[in-house]
């Protein structure tokens, strides 16, 4: 027998003879999914609240430096809140890019002044030109690709991917490192929050990264030029 | 938060799928159910979007199989075969326990590979996708998962078409 036909007969299965599971488990799983919409109000709340202190606190310091003339002044102790002592973090949610109007030139500016310039042609029209990218954050897993505009829905119901990243994340403070699979080293960027109209708006700046290929070329390459846009809320 | 009917009966129908196929790649019965419904809670939490796909229940596998394969990288060692497979022997489905056991000894990739080609029936490409992968490297963990079936199992590898 070939080993194709026994894989078929055994594991090619009809889910609609199986046993549903009960109704306690669907109040489970509707239960968690609410906990888990109420720990992100909460943390989103928090940071708000935390941004607005620090700006109080900052304020007035910034002042005060420029009273005494530019000497060093000791900056403001740094909130001791993190994001992650109460088990999510303020950017555990499903993003999208914005439909942006960055052009070429836009991306391609972000490789200024790293030296890089030269492979940013090649990265910008294989993986991010005329894209939108799904960002997942949440449980420490972190999902990003990036899919052709456009491109419908097809298999599975996703888009046409260009790039397809998953791994891990770690948030500390407003930095969020990820350690991806398909890529050795590590990746940083800082994330900010920002109230567009009323929705949220996820900014990641490009800190560094420890990654040394990816899609044939320095992985800053991809992560700068990906970072460029900003993410908002699906839906 | 509210559960739109429409998820409720994808939940009943493919709850069960989801904990079989995700256990095709960690072989641990009760930690596949713990997986299932994580997948479950994502797919509420992004039901409005999700819920405008094609299948819906495509997504869900994809985000269970996903998190199987992480948890897979993670296992020091395997339960045992019984309990990877605690029904085996009341169900109704026709197990193949030789089968299932040879599995068990494919590395992870190699049987989410399996799993999503033979229980999800996707094409090659779509594998890789999954997978995170190039469709090459999908194409090599099939094949070398096949061959390695194939010599413990006694059977043969034959000419497989993708």
């Known amino acids: ?235 | 938060m509210e559960t739109p009917e429409e998820f409720t009966w994808l939940f009943r129908r493919e709850y069960t799928a989801v904990v079989w196929s995700a256990n095709l790649v960690l072989h641990d019965y009760a930690r596949s159910e713990e997986i299932a419904q994580d997948a479950f809670v994502r797919l509420l939490e992004n039901w409005r979007k999700v819920s405008r796909y094609d299948r819906p229940g495509g997504w869900v596998r994809r985000v269970a199989l996903r998190l199987a394969v992480r948890a897979a990288k993670r296992q020091s060692r395997l339960v045992s075969l019984d309990e990877a497979w605690p029904n085996a022997k009341e169900d109704k489905r026709p197990f193949d326990l030789d089968l299932l056991a040879a599995i068990r000894q494919l590395p992870p990739r190699q049987r989410a590979a399996v799993a999503l080609h033979y229980v999800e029936d996707l094409p090659v490409n779509e594998v890789a996708d999954v997978l995170g992968c190039s469709v090459s490297t999908a194409s090599v963990h099939l094949h070398r998962a096949r061959g390695k079936l194939a010599e413990l199992l006694k059977e043969e590898v034959g000419s497989n078409a993708d």
């Open chain 1, 1 to 235: 027998m070939l080993i194709d036909d026994r894989l078929r007969a055994a594991l090619n299965w009809d889910p609609g003879n199986a046993p549903p599971p009960g109704p306690d488990l669907l109040d489970s799983i509707a239960g968690r999914a609410t906990r888990r919409r109420r720990v992100r109000v909460a943390v989103i709340g928090m940071t708000a609240a935390v941004a607005a202190a620090v700006i109080a606190v900052g304020g007035p310091w910034t002042m005060s430096r420029s009273e005494r003339g530019g000497e060093p002044v000791r900056p403001p102790n740094q909130s001791s809140w993190t994001p992650q002592s109460i088990g999510a973090t303020p950017i555990d949610q499903h993003w999208v890019s914005s439909n942006g109007r960055e052009s070429r030139a836009d991306r391609l500016a972000a490789l200024d002044g790293t030296g890089l310039q030269q492979y940013g042609p090649e990265i910008y029209a294989g993986y991010i030109a005329n894209t939108t990218t799904d960002l997942q954050f949440g449980s420490g897993d972190v999902d990003l690709s990036t899919s052709v505009v456009g491109s419908g829905t097809k298999g599975l119901g996703l888009g046409d991917h260009k790039a397809s990243l998953h791994g891990t994340y770690t948030v500390r403070g407003h930095t969020v490192q990820m350690r991806l699979e398909e890529v050795a080293g590590t990746t940083t960027f800082r994330w900010r929050l920002v109230d567009d109209q009323g929705s949220q708006r996820l900014e990641l700046t490009f800190v560094s990264t420890t990654s040394r290929t990816l899609y044939a070329a320095p992985a800053e390459v991809f992560f700068r030029l990906w970072s460029v846009r900003p993410f908002y809320l699906w839906g």
